[in-house]
Protein backbone atom coordinates (compact mmCIF):
# COMPACT_ATOMS: atom_id res chain seq x y z
CA UNK A 1 0.00 0.00 0.00
CA UNK A 2 1.08 3.63 -0.95
CA UNK A 3 -0.34 6.98 -0.05
CA UNK A 4 -1.10 9.07 2.85
CA UNK A 5 -4.35 10.13 3.65
CA UNK A 6 -5.58 13.35 2.49
CA UNK A 7 -8.55 16.13 1.90
CA UNK A 8 -9.62 17.82 -0.96
CA UNK A 9 -11.83 21.14 -0.52
CA UNK A 10 -13.41 22.31 -3.90
CA UNK A 11 -16.02 25.50 -3.72
CA UNK A 12 -19.52 25.85 -4.87
CA UNK A 13 -20.23 29.14 -7.11
CA UNK A 14 -22.49 31.87 -7.93
CA UNK A 15 -22.68 33.03 -11.80
CA UNK A 16 -22.10 36.48 -11.51
CA UNK A 17 -23.47 37.21 -15.41
CA UNK A 18 -23.35 35.05 -18.40
CA UNK A 19 -26.23 32.68 -16.75
CA UNK A 20 -27.34 30.41 -19.41
CA UNK A 21 -24.61 31.20 -21.96
CA UNK A 22 -21.58 29.09 -21.28
CA UNK A 23 -23.53 26.12 -22.70
CA UNK A 24 -24.26 28.03 -25.72
CA UNK A 25 -20.08 29.10 -26.46
CA UNK A 26 -21.44 32.64 -24.94
CA UNK A 27 -18.59 34.03 -22.27
CA UNK A 28 -19.63 33.82 -18.19
CA UNK A 29 -18.28 35.42 -15.11
CA UNK A 30 -18.47 33.48 -11.90
CA UNK A 31 -17.35 33.45 -8.48
CA UNK A 32 -15.67 30.44 -6.66
CA UNK A 33 -17.14 31.18 -2.89
CA UNK A 34 -16.29 29.95 0.34
CA UNK A 35 -19.66 26.86 0.33
CA UNK A 36 -17.42 23.78 -0.94
CA UNK A 37 -17.11 19.81 -0.71
CA UNK A 38 -14.55 17.94 1.09
CA UNK A 39 -13.47 14.80 0.90
CA UNK A 40 -11.24 12.88 3.40
CA UNK A 41 -9.56 10.22 1.81
CA UNK A 42 -8.14 7.05 3.66
CA UNK A 43 -5.63 4.53 2.10
CA UNK A 44 -7.08 0.64 1.71
CA UNK A 45 -5.02 -2.50 1.58
CA UNK A 46 -7.40 -3.40 -0.54
CA UNK A 47 -8.47 -2.43 -4.68
CA UNK A 48 -11.93 -1.20 -2.95
CA UNK A 49 -13.42 2.00 -2.93
CA UNK A 50 -15.93 2.18 -0.12
CA UNK A 51 -17.58 5.87 0.34
CA UNK A 52 -19.72 7.51 2.98
CA UNK A 53 -21.93 10.20 1.92
CA UNK A 54 -22.49 11.89 5.32
CA UNK A 55 -25.21 14.43 4.54
CA UNK A 56 -26.79 12.15 2.42
CA UNK A 57 -26.80 8.85 4.81
CA UNK A 58 -25.41 7.16 2.09
CA UNK A 59 -23.10 4.49 1.34
CA UNK A 60 -21.29 2.85 -1.90
CA UNK A 61 -18.20 0.62 -2.46
CA UNK A 62 -16.84 -0.78 -5.85
CA UNK A 63 -13.67 -1.96 -6.82
CA UNK A 64 -10.92 -0.60 -9.01
CA UNK A 65 -10.29 -3.85 -11.39
CA UNK A 66 -12.67 -2.68 -14.47
CA UNK A 67 -14.91 0.12 -15.51
CA UNK A 68 -17.61 0.91 -12.88
CA UNK A 69 -21.14 0.24 -14.03
CA UNK A 70 -23.50 2.85 -12.90
CA UNK A 71 -26.26 2.46 -10.42
CA UNK A 72 -28.14 5.17 -11.64
CA UNK A 73 -27.70 8.33 -14.09
CA UNK A 74 -25.64 10.56 -12.78
CA UNK A 75 -23.32 8.69 -10.73
CA UNK A 76 -20.31 11.37 -10.18
CA UNK A 77 -17.98 10.06 -8.08
CA UNK A 78 -18.09 6.70 -9.83
CA UNK A 79 -17.94 8.36 -13.70
CA UNK A 80 -14.67 10.22 -12.05
CA UNK A 81 -13.23 7.21 -11.45
CA UNK A 82 -13.99 6.12 -14.96
CA UNK A 83 -12.97 8.94 -17.27
CA UNK A 84 -9.67 9.32 -14.56
CA UNK A 85 -9.12 5.52 -15.41
CA UNK A 86 -9.77 6.35 -19.60
CA UNK A 87 -6.98 9.02 -19.26
CA UNK A 88 -4.55 6.64 -17.56
CA UNK A 89 -5.13 8.12 -13.93
CA UNK A 90 -5.48 5.01 -11.98
CA UNK A 91 -4.69 4.22 -8.10
CA UNK A 92 -2.89 1.39 -7.13
CA UNK A 93 -5.01 0.05 -4.25
CA UNK A 94 -8.01 1.13 -2.91
CA UNK A 95 -9.53 4.18 -1.19
CA UNK A 96 -11.55 4.92 2.09
CA UNK A 97 -13.71 8.48 1.14
CA UNK A 98 -15.59 10.48 3.18
CA UNK A 99 -18.06 13.13 1.39
CA UNK A 100 -19.90 16.09 3.15
CA UNK A 101 -20.78 19.54 2.69
CA UNK A 102 -21.79 22.79 3.37
CA UNK A 103 -22.93 23.75 -0.58
CA UNK A 104 -27.20 23.45 -0.50
CA UNK A 105 -28.22 20.86 -2.88
CA UNK A 106 -29.69 21.29 -6.17
CA UNK A 107 -30.16 24.83 -5.39
CA UNK A 108 -28.25 26.51 -7.94
CA UNK A 109 -24.56 26.60 -6.35
CA UNK A 110 -22.94 23.76 -8.31
CA UNK A 111 -22.86 21.25 -5.57
CA UNK A 112 -22.36 18.28 -8.56
CA UNK A 113 -19.85 20.04 -10.29
CA UNK A 114 -17.76 20.88 -7.27
CA UNK A 115 -18.41 17.19 -6.53
CA UNK A 116 -16.74 15.97 -9.50
CA UNK A 117 -13.96 18.27 -9.51
CA UNK A 118 -12.82 17.12 -5.92
CA UNK A 119 -13.56 13.96 -6.99
CA UNK A 120 -11.16 14.65 -9.62
CA UNK A 121 -8.44 15.82 -8.16
CA UNK A 122 -8.65 13.28 -5.17
CA UNK A 123 -8.14 10.57 -7.95
CA UNK A 124 -5.19 12.06 -9.66
CA UNK A 125 -3.90 11.91 -5.91
CA UNK A 126 -4.70 8.58 -5.01
CA UNK A 127 -2.51 7.90 -8.87
CA UNK A 128 0.47 9.75 -7.27
CA UNK A 129 0.17 12.12 -10.37
CA UNK A 130 -0.23 15.62 -10.71
CA UNK A 131 -2.96 17.00 -12.97
CA UNK A 132 -3.00 20.81 -14.67
CA UNK A 133 -5.64 23.13 -13.48
CA UNK A 134 -7.29 23.42 -17.11
CA UNK A 135 -7.22 19.32 -16.93
CA UNK A 136 -8.91 19.28 -13.51
CA UNK A 137 -11.78 21.28 -15.14
CA UNK A 138 -12.39 19.38 -18.44
CA UNK A 139 -12.07 16.45 -17.17
CA UNK A 140 -14.85 16.90 -14.15
CA UNK A 141 -16.81 18.33 -16.69
CA UNK A 142 -16.50 15.29 -18.94
CA UNK A 143 -17.16 13.29 -15.53
CA UNK A 144 -20.55 15.25 -14.66
CA UNK A 145 -21.47 16.28 -18.45
CA UNK A 146 -20.65 14.33 -21.44
CA UNK A 147 -20.21 10.92 -19.53
CA UNK A 148 -23.98 11.31 -18.59
CA UNK A 149 -25.29 13.09 -22.69
CA UNK A 150 -26.38 16.48 -20.68
CA UNK A 151 -26.46 19.83 -21.84
CA UNK A 152 -24.50 21.83 -19.11
CA UNK A 153 -21.19 23.85 -19.59
CA UNK A 154 -17.59 24.39 -18.40
CA UNK A 155 -18.14 27.41 -16.26
CA UNK A 156 -19.58 25.66 -13.12
CA UNK A 157 -15.78 23.55 -13.22
CA UNK A 158 -13.28 26.69 -14.31
CA UNK A 159 -14.92 28.31 -11.01
CA UNK A 160 -14.06 25.72 -8.75
CA UNK A 161 -10.93 24.39 -9.69
CA UNK A 162 -9.57 28.30 -10.34
CA UNK A 163 -11.24 29.91 -7.62
CA UNK A 164 -11.86 33.73 -7.19
CA UNK A 165 -13.73 36.03 -10.01
CA UNK A 166 -13.04 34.75 -13.25
CA UNK A 167 -14.18 35.82 -16.85
CA UNK A 168 -13.95 32.93 -18.97
CA UNK A 169 -13.68 33.28 -22.96
CA UNK A 170 -15.97 30.07 -23.91
CA UNK A 171 -14.74 30.48 -27.27
CA UNK A 172 -11.22 29.37 -26.64
CA UNK A 173 -11.63 28.15 -23.55
CA UNK A 174 -9.43 30.79 -21.82
CA UNK A 175 -9.90 31.62 -18.20
CA UNK A 176 -8.86 35.02 -16.86
CA UNK A 177 -8.57 35.66 -12.84
CA UNK A 178 -10.43 39.42 -12.51
CA UNK A 179 -8.92 41.64 -9.49
CA UNK A 180 -12.71 43.08 -8.92
CA UNK A 181 -12.83 43.22 -5.03
CA UNK A 182 -16.50 42.92 -3.96
CA UNK A 183 -17.02 41.61 -0.41
CA UNK A 184 -19.58 39.40 1.03
CA UNK A 185 -22.63 38.15 -0.90
CA UNK A 186 -25.86 36.63 0.74
CA UNK A 187 -27.12 33.65 -0.53
CA UNK A 188 -31.00 33.26 -0.55
CA UNK A 189 -32.23 29.73 -0.54
CA UNK A 190 -35.92 29.46 -1.32
CA UNK A 191 -36.12 25.97 0.07
CA UNK A 192 -37.70 25.39 -3.63
CA UNK A 193 -36.73 22.22 -4.80
CA UNK A 194 -36.27 22.44 -8.79
CA UNK A 195 -38.45 19.64 -10.70
CA UNK A 196 -35.59 18.86 -13.75
CA UNK A 197 -32.34 20.81 -13.58
CA UNK A 198 -30.92 19.12 -16.77
CA UNK A 199 -34.26 18.97 -18.06
CA UNK A 200 -34.27 22.77 -17.88
CA UNK A 201 -31.08 23.28 -19.50
CA UNK A 202 -31.80 21.19 -22.16
CA UNK A 203 -35.51 22.90 -23.39
CA UNK A 204 -33.32 26.14 -23.19
CA UNK A 205 -30.08 24.98 -25.03
CA UNK A 206 -32.24 23.12 -27.64
CA UNK A 207 -34.75 26.17 -28.21
CA UNK A 208 -32.48 29.00 -28.32
CA UNK A 209 -30.38 26.59 -30.78
CA UNK A 210 -33.26 26.30 -33.34
CA UNK A 211 -33.81 30.18 -32.65
CA UNK A 212 -30.05 30.47 -33.99
CA UNK A 213 -30.78 28.86 -36.76
CA UNK A 214 -33.83 30.93 -37.81
CA UNK A 215 -31.35 33.98 -37.87
CA UNK A 216 -28.82 32.57 -39.37
CA UNK A 217 -31.16 31.86 -42.37
CA UNK A 218 -32.45 35.72 -42.29
CA UNK A 219 -28.54 37.33 -41.54
CA UNK A 220 -26.14 35.16 -43.20
CA UNK A 221 -22.86 36.53 -41.08
CA UNK A 222 -25.03 36.10 -38.06
CA UNK A 223 -22.41 35.56 -35.17
CA UNK A 224 -24.06 34.54 -32.01
CA UNK A 225 -20.58 36.08 -29.96
CA UNK A 226 -20.45 39.22 -32.31
CA UNK A 227 -23.69 40.09 -34.25
CA UNK A 228 -25.50 43.39 -32.26
CA UNK A 229 -29.09 42.46 -30.39
CA UNK A 230 -30.16 45.68 -33.09
CA UNK A 231 -29.69 43.61 -36.20
CA UNK A 232 -31.32 40.20 -34.41
CA UNK A 233 -34.43 42.43 -33.14
CA UNK A 234 -34.85 43.58 -36.74
CA UNK A 235 -35.59 40.77 -38.07
CA UNK A 236 -38.14 40.04 -35.49
CA UNK A 237 -40.45 43.21 -36.35
CA UNK A 238 -40.61 41.76 -39.63
CA UNK A 239 -44.11 40.14 -39.96
CA UNK A 240 -42.63 36.55 -41.27
CA UNK A 241 -40.08 36.34 -38.54
CA UNK A 242 -41.03 33.59 -35.77
CA UNK A 243 -40.12 34.27 -32.45
CA UNK A 244 -37.26 34.66 -31.49
CA UNK A 245 -37.41 36.08 -27.94
CA UNK A 246 -34.89 33.75 -25.85
CA UNK A 247 -32.26 34.24 -28.60
CA UNK A 248 -32.30 37.31 -27.99
CA UNK A 249 -32.25 37.17 -23.98
CA UNK A 250 -29.30 35.40 -24.86
CA UNK A 251 -27.66 38.07 -26.70
CA UNK A 252 -28.92 40.56 -24.30
CA UNK A 253 -27.05 38.51 -21.38
CA UNK A 254 -24.11 38.43 -23.69
CA UNK A 255 -24.08 41.94 -23.61
CA UNK A 256 -24.26 42.43 -20.11
CA UNK A 257 -21.81 40.11 -19.42
CA UNK A 258 -19.09 42.71 -22.31
CA UNK A 259 -20.30 45.75 -19.97
CA UNK A 260 -19.73 43.80 -16.51
CA UNK A 261 -16.15 42.68 -17.76
CA UNK A 262 -15.12 46.11 -17.95
CA UNK A 263 -16.53 47.03 -14.42
CA UNK A 264 -14.85 44.07 -12.54
CA UNK A 265 -11.40 44.56 -14.20
CA UNK A 266 -10.91 47.03 -12.34
CA UNK A 267 -9.87 46.18 -8.65
CA UNK A 268 -12.53 48.53 -6.99
CA UNK A 269 -15.13 49.06 -9.18
CA UNK A 270 -18.69 51.19 -8.61
CA UNK A 271 -20.99 49.24 -6.33
CA UNK A 272 -24.00 50.74 -7.56
CA UNK A 273 -23.42 50.26 -11.31
CA UNK A 274 -22.41 46.05 -10.34
CA UNK A 275 -25.58 46.34 -8.34
CA UNK A 276 -27.58 47.69 -11.56
CA UNK A 277 -26.01 44.82 -13.82
CA UNK A 278 -26.88 42.12 -11.65
CA UNK A 279 -30.43 43.36 -11.86
CA UNK A 280 -30.93 43.91 -15.61
CA UNK A 281 -29.25 40.60 -15.91
CA UNK A 282 -31.94 38.94 -13.26
CA UNK A 283 -34.57 40.76 -15.62
CA UNK A 284 -33.69 39.14 -18.74
CA UNK A 285 -33.03 35.59 -16.73
CA UNK A 286 -36.93 36.49 -14.94
CA UNK A 287 -38.78 38.06 -17.88
CA UNK A 288 -37.62 36.11 -20.85
CA UNK A 289 -36.09 33.04 -20.00
CA UNK A 290 -38.83 32.52 -17.15
CA UNK A 291 -36.56 31.38 -14.51
CA UNK A 292 -37.92 32.74 -10.98
CA UNK A 293 -40.52 31.79 -8.86
CA UNK A 294 -43.02 33.98 -6.66
CA UNK A 295 -41.32 33.02 -3.64
CA UNK A 296 -37.74 34.16 -4.44
CA UNK A 297 -39.25 37.32 -6.26
CA UNK A 298 -40.49 37.88 -2.69
CA UNK A 299 -37.46 37.40 -1.30
CA UNK A 300 -35.27 39.81 -4.20
CA UNK A 301 -38.29 41.93 -2.99
CA UNK A 302 -37.08 42.55 0.42
CA UNK A 303 -33.60 42.21 -0.08
CA UNK A 304 -33.86 45.49 -2.46
CA UNK A 305 -36.04 47.06 0.22
CA UNK A 306 -33.01 47.02 3.12
CA UNK A 307 -30.15 47.58 1.16
CA UNK A 308 -29.52 45.13 -1.66
CA UNK A 309 -27.84 47.01 -4.57
CA UNK A 310 -28.27 44.09 -7.25
CA UNK A 311 -30.09 40.42 -7.20
CA UNK A 312 -30.75 37.53 -9.21
CA UNK A 313 -31.42 33.76 -9.53
CA UNK A 314 -28.88 31.39 -9.39
CA UNK A 315 -28.24 28.67 -11.78
CA UNK A 316 -30.74 27.04 -13.64
CA UNK A 317 -33.92 28.75 -12.33
CA UNK A 318 -36.88 27.45 -11.53
CA UNK A 319 -36.33 27.15 -7.52
CA UNK A 320 -33.42 27.15 -5.81
CA UNK A 321 -31.20 29.91 -4.32
CA UNK A 322 -31.02 33.85 -5.29
CA UNK A 323 -27.91 36.24 -5.18
CA UNK A 324 -27.96 39.43 -3.05
CA UNK A 325 -25.07 41.76 -3.84
CA UNK A 326 -25.16 44.27 -0.37
CA UNK A 327 -22.34 45.51 0.49
CA UNK A 328 -22.34 46.61 4.07
CA UNK A 329 -26.40 45.59 4.68
CA UNK A 330 -25.30 41.65 4.55
CA UNK A 331 -26.94 41.47 8.07
CA UNK A 332 -30.04 43.58 7.33
CA UNK A 333 -30.65 41.50 3.88
CA UNK A 334 -30.46 38.11 5.78
CA UNK A 335 -33.01 39.05 8.24
CA UNK A 336 -35.25 40.53 5.10
CA UNK A 337 -34.90 37.07 3.36
CA UNK A 338 -35.64 35.01 6.51
CA UNK A 339 -38.67 37.11 7.02
CA UNK A 340 -40.17 35.33 3.49
CA UNK A 341 -39.36 31.91 4.42
CA UNK A 342 -36.42 31.55 3.20
CA UNK A 343 -32.74 30.27 4.35
CA UNK A 344 -29.43 32.91 4.24
CA UNK A 345 -26.20 32.47 3.94
CA UNK A 346 -23.12 34.99 4.04
CA UNK A 347 -20.82 34.33 1.77
CA UNK A 348 -17.40 35.25 0.42
CA UNK A 349 -15.28 35.06 -2.56
CA UNK A 350 -13.29 32.06 -2.31
CA UNK A 351 -10.45 30.24 -3.53
CA UNK A 352 -10.27 27.32 -6.04
CA UNK A 353 -9.79 23.72 -5.38
CA UNK A 354 -7.17 22.56 -2.84
CA UNK A 355 -5.92 19.28 -1.80
CA UNK A 356 -4.10 19.27 1.98
CA UNK A 357 -2.24 15.50 4.02
CA UNK A 358 -3.90 14.64 6.94
Known sequence: MTGHPFRVRAPGRVCLFGEHSDYLGLDVIAAAIDMEIEITAEPRTDSEVHIIYSD??????????????????????????????????????????????????????????????????????????????????????????????????????????????????????????????LGSLVIGDSGEKKRDTVGDLRFIRTSVEREYQVISERIGSFNRRTTSLDEVAAIRNRKSATELGMAEATLRNRDLTSRALDLLSSENPNPKEIGLLLNAHHEVLRDELDRSTPKIERMIAAAREVGALGCKINGSGGGGTMMAYCPEREREVVRAIKDEGGKAYIAKVGSGVTITRE
Not at 72 to 86: C, E, G, L
Not at 136 to 152: I, K, M, N, Q
Open 56 to 181: LGEEDTFTLESEIAYRNHRDYIRSAFNVMARKGFQPLHGWNLQIKGTIPIAAGLSSSSALTVGAVMAIAKMSGRKIAEGDTALTAYDAEVREFGESGGMMDHYASVYGGIIHVDMEKGHVTKLPAK
